[in-house]
C-alpha cells in the first residue's frame, strides 16, 4: 500500500493557510541555493510554490557552484540580523569545497527552520515527515506496536542519519544507521531484518526487493532523476513486497515542505 504524503501535506498547508490570514506578521523564508543540483532545484520550487500558496513570503539567493564559503556566511549573517527574515535554509548537497557543517551551524537556532544546526529550535522537515508517515503506516495497522519494533535508516550522511535515529528511539522503535560506503550497504543483514527500512542515499532505484524483509513498512527519502524524471532511491518492485511504500513522488518530498513552512510559521509566531 502506498503512504500518500501529498495527501497528508496539503491537509497540513490548509491549516497553515487559514492560521496565517488571520496573523499581523506575515512568516518570511530565505532560502539560499548553490549551484545546479537538479534535485535542490525542484525543492527550490516546491517551496517556493507552497509557501506563496499559503501566504509565507520567500526570499530566493542564487549563487554560483564555486561562490567561497566566505561569501555563503557572510549572507548568512546578514539574514541573521534581518528581523524581517524568520526561516533561512541553505538547500543541501553543498559543493565539496564547502564546510557543510559550518554553514548548518552559522544560522541562528531559531531561524533554522531546518533544523540542522545543533542547537536548533526546530525539528528537520524531513525527519518529521518520515515519522508523519510511519505513524500513518501504524494507524492502519492496530497491532504495529508489537509487529513491528525495528527500523534502519540506510545513508551516506551521519548527519541526516543519527538525529532520525534518535527520533524513532524516542518514538519506541528500535533504531540503527546503516551507511552507504563505496557503493556498497554495509551490515546488509540488518536491513533484511528490519520492519522499517528508510533510505536516503541519492542513488536511484538501488534498494532491491531481495534485500528487504516481506511486509515491511520502506521510506524512500531520495530524489534522483531518470530519464528526465523523478526517481528514489528505492525501486519500485519493492512494493509488491513490502506493507507500505513511499512512492517518489507524493510521498516525503512534499510533507518535508509543508513541515518546513510549518516550522517558518513558528518562528514568526514566536520571534516577533
Known amino acids: 500500500m502506498f503512504l500518500n504524503g501529498k495527501k497528508i501535506a496539503k491537509t497540513i498547508l490548509q491549516g497553515l493557510k487559514t492560521t496565517i490570514k488571520k496573523q499581523k506578521t506575515k512568516p518570511c523564508l530565505a532560502v539560499i541555493l548553490i549551484g545546479e543540483d537538479p534535485g535542490s532545484i525542484v525543492y527550490v520550487r516546491l517551496k517556493e510554490k507552497a ?28 539574514l541573521n540580523s534581518n528581523s524581517h527574515i524568520h526561516g533561512i535554509i541553505v538547500q543541501f548537497p553543498l559543493s565539496k569545497h564547502l564546510n557543510s557543517n559550518l554553514i548548518a551551524q552559522s544560522i541562528l537556532p531559531e531561524k533554522d527552520v531546518d533544523g540542522f544546526g545543533k542547537q ?27 509487529a513491528r519494533k525495528t527500523a534502519v535508516i540506510i545513508s551516506k550522511n551521519p548527519i541526516f542519519a543519527q538525529p532520525l535515529a534518535e527520533l524513532l528511539i524516542r518514538q519506541k522503535i528500535k533504531s540503527q544507521c546503516v551507511y552507504l560506503v563505496n557503493g556498497k550497504i554495509k551490515n546488509s543483514t540488518a536491513v533484511k531484518k528490519a520492519d522499517i527500512v528508510v533510505v536516503a542515499i541519492g542513488k536511484p532505484h538501488f534498494i532491491k526487493p531481495t534485500i528487504i524483509k516481506k511486509n515491511a513498512i520502506i521510506i524512500d527519502v531520495g530524489y534522483n532523476r531518470v530519464n528526465n524524471k523523478p526517481a528514489g532511491d528505492v525501486d519500485p518492485k519493492v512494493s509488491l513486497k513490502a506493507s507500505y511504500f513511499s512512492p517518489v513522488p507524493g510521498g516525503i518530498g512534499p510533507l518535508s515542505v509543508a513541515f518546513l513552512l510549518k516550522n517558518t510559521y513558528l518562528s514568526a509566531k514566536f520571534n516577533n
Request: proline content about 4%; aromatic content about 10%.
Open 51 to 78: 509557501a506563496r500558496e499559503i501566504g509565507i513570503k520567500f526570499v530566493r539567493f542564487d549563487l554560483k557552484n564555486n561562490v567561497s564559503q566566505k561569501k555563503v556566511l557572510d549572507l548568512i549573517k546578514k
Open 120 to 146: 536548533s529550535y526546530f525539528s528537520s522537515p524531513a525527519h518529521l515527515a518520515i515519522l508523519k508517515l510511519i505513524q500513518a503506516a501504524k494507524g492502519k495497522k492496530p497491532t504495529y506496536r508489537q
